[in-house]
């Protein structure tokens, strides 16, 4: 599998961003696909995942409320509406695919990965 993410860009705060994933290859029902964000200096974390099978949404905390992951399981893509984005939510945001179905937020369960988007919030 393949992925590109798109949709970055720079932004104040308070502004909205929409970031979209194509996957290219097969999505199974079994596969969860979920973004994924690295600030400067930071390790990398979970955002936000859906479950392909029964779309099931799953965020960070940082995010809930403000972020809204959905998929188009006809065109294997997946988006990210971000709202009332704040500086810390500058970073490079990733896309991925676990093909566990389990272990969402660990990023080591994510076998598939695209090039990363970036992000960039202004105060």
């Known amino acids: 599998v393949q992925l590109q993410a798109s949709g970055g860009g720079l932004v104040q705060a308070g502004d909205s961003l929409r970031l979209s994933c194509a996957a290219s290859?097969?999505?199974?029902?079994?596969?969860?696909m979920g973004w994924f964000r690295q600030a400067p200096g930071k390790e990398r974390e979970f955002v936000a995942a859906?479950?392909?099978?029964?779309?099931?949404?799953i965020y960070a905390d940082s995010v809930k409320g403000r972020f809204t992951i959905s998929r188009d399981a006809a065109k294997n893509t997946i988006d990210l509406q971000m709202g009332g984005l704040k500086p810390e939510d500058t970073a490079v945001y990733y896309c991925?695919?676990?093909?566990?179905?389990?272990?969402?937020?660990?990023?080591?369960?994510?076998?598939?990965w695209g090039q990363g988007t970036l992000v960039t919030v202004s105060s």
């Open positions: 991925a695919v676990n093909r566990d179905g389990d272990d969402t937020f660990n990023l080591r369960k994510y076998n598939y």
């Open positions: 290859g097969t999505i199974y029902s079994n596969d969860i």
């Open positions: 859906v479950t392909w099978r029964n779309y099931k949404r």
